[in-house]
Structures are given as structure tokens and as C-alpha cells.
């Protein structure tokens, strides 16, 4: 079961099953001690940070580059798809997938966040051409 | 009428897949209701009251563009080729 995290350094929150041994932050070693949602909400809300489309698309172009996926080139159909995550997150609170519809199931649902782990999708899985479900994400072509 | 299509606004492949489906309309006179559910929330609710239906036949999530004959469950999502429409908009 997935934990909050806190690092007692520099207060780096991580959400997951264990704490990271080294804080990617601080470089601290086994600084992570586990504390409450409300604490790691506490501990990280007053820093929010807003994220427009085109901080989100240097983002995700970003994530890309250290993958085996790049962003689709077809800039008509990304400039689509982003209008659709940014209403859904404007609506629904996250950005979620616009080809896909929630189910109103919140774990369930935090599968189809945008970026999805489409690697283990049909769509993608194998396939030298694959993309995600959507086609804001493709396979590097060389 | 039993054959529907769930599509999304923002969905490129739902944009794909309208001029085929107006091409089917037009073609074999089968009419589709057709059901936008990003931002019609009865849509949205009607999609998800077919979740079990559609959910195993489309990666176990509710995909768009779906087309669904609620008669006799036969679904087909994503997009694809207009033959492989028409072939499910005329199956009886």
C-alpha cells in the first residue's frame, strides 16, 4: 500500500509503497520518514505551481526525451488533445485522457491521468509503430 | 434505436471516425445516435451504465470512440476502416 513519505532534510514529499533510499532533491540518505496525507498536503500545498499548456507540453516533451517515446509531431492533433486534458483537469480536477472516460472510480481513474502508462497497452505493446490510446505519445521513430 | 456511438469533443480519433460514420448514414441509411460524453454528463452516465459491456472488449476502460449495438452487444472501439464500420452497422 502506497505511503507519504517526507524527507526530513528538505521536506521532498513521496508518495509510494517505499521511500526513495536517496532524496533526488537533497541527496540525503534514508532521510524519508512516513507521515500523514494531511501532513504531506500541509508540507506541499503552500508551494503550488500552475501549469498552462505550454509548460505542460515542455513538460511531457521533457518526460519523452528520456524514453523510447517522443510527443506525436502533429502539432494539430497534440494542440487537440491538450485542449481536451486541460478542460477535463478545468472540470474533473485531473488531467485526464480525452478519449477515455472516467469511470467515477478514483484509483480506477488515476489510470487514465495523462501521462498514462500506455507501455503496457495493446495499443503500444509490440507494435514498432505503437502510440497511446490517444496519439499524444508515439514510438521514437529513428 | 440500437446502434450508438460514445464519442469525445476533444478525441482525435472520434473527429477520424464522424465523416465514416456520416458516409454509413448516407450510404446504407443505418442511423447512429450519437452520444458526446466529455461534456454531457446523461451521455457520460449512460456510457458508463454500459461499462461491463464495453470495458473487456475496449482495454478494460471506457474508450471513444465506442460503437455499440445495444441489442446485441457488438462493439467495436477506435478507430477503423470504413468497411470494418459499415460490416458492424449492417450486422443484424
Same mark, same amino acid.
Given at each position: 500500500m502506497k505511503k507519504y513519505w517526507r524527507c526530513f532534510v528538505c521536506n521532498?514529499?513521496?508518495?509510494?509503497?517505499k521511500p526513495p533510499e536517496v532524496c533526488p532533491t537533497c541527496r540525503a540518505v534514508n532521510a524519508f520518514v512516513e507521515v500523514s496525507s494531511?501532513?504531506?498536503g500541509q508540507v506541499s500545498s503552500p508551494r503550488k505551481t500552475l501549469m498552462d499548456k505550454e509548460g505542460f507540453r515542455e513538460a511531457i516533451d521533457s518526460f519523452a526525451s528520456?524514453?523510447?517515446?517522443?510527443?506525436?509531431?502533429d502539432r494539430e492533433k497534440v494542440d487537440l488533445l491538450l485542449e481536451g486534458i486541460f478542460e477535463n483537469e478545468k472540470t474533473c480536477g485531473l488531467k485526464y485522457c480525452p478519449c477515455?472516460?472516467?469511470?467515477?472510480?478514483?484509483?480506477?481513474?488515476?489510470?487514465?491521468?495523462?501521462?498514462?502508462?500506455?507501455?503496457?497497452?495493446e495499443t503500444y505493446k509490440g507494435k514498432p509503430e505503437g502510440e497511446c490510446w490517444c496519439?499524444?505519445?508515439?514510438r521514437r521513430r529513428s | 434505436m440500437s446502434k450508438i456511438m460514445f464519442h469525445g469533443r476533444e478525441c482525435p480519433h472520434c473527429r477520424v471516425m464522424m465523416p465514416l460514420v456520416e458516409r454509413l448514414e448516407k450510404e446504407? *441509411?443505418?442511423? !447512429?445516435?450519437?452520444?458526446?460524453?466529455?461534456?454531457?454528463?446523461?451521455?457520460?452516465?449512460?456510457?458508463?451504465?454500459?461499462?461491463?459491456?464495453?470495458?473487456?472488449?475496449? *482495454?478494460?476502460? !471506457?474508450?471513444?470512440?465506442?460503437?455499440?449495438?445495444?441489442e446485441t452487444n457488438d462493439l467495436m472501439c477506435g478507430e477503423v476502416e470504413y468497411e470494418k464500420l459499415r460490416e458492424w452497422g449492417t450486422k443484424k
Open positions: 521532498d514529499i513521496h508518495y509510494g509503497v494531511a501532513e504531506a528520456r524514453n523510447e517515446f517522443q510527443v506525436n509531431p477515455r472516460l472516467r469511470t467515477k472510480e478514483f484509483e480506477e481513474d488515476l489510470k487514465i491521468v495523462c501521462p498514462c502508462n500506455f507501455l503496457i497497452h496519439g499524444l505519445f508515439i | 446504407t *441509411g443505418v442511423m !447512429l445516435e450519437k452520444h458526446e460524453v466529455w461534456h454531457d454528463e446523461k451521455n457520460a452516465d449512460m456510457m458508463r451504465s454500459y461499462r461491463s459491456i464495453i470495458a473487456p472488449k475496449c *482495454g478494460g476502460q !471506457l474508450r471513444v470512440p465506442t460503437f455499440l449495438d445495444t
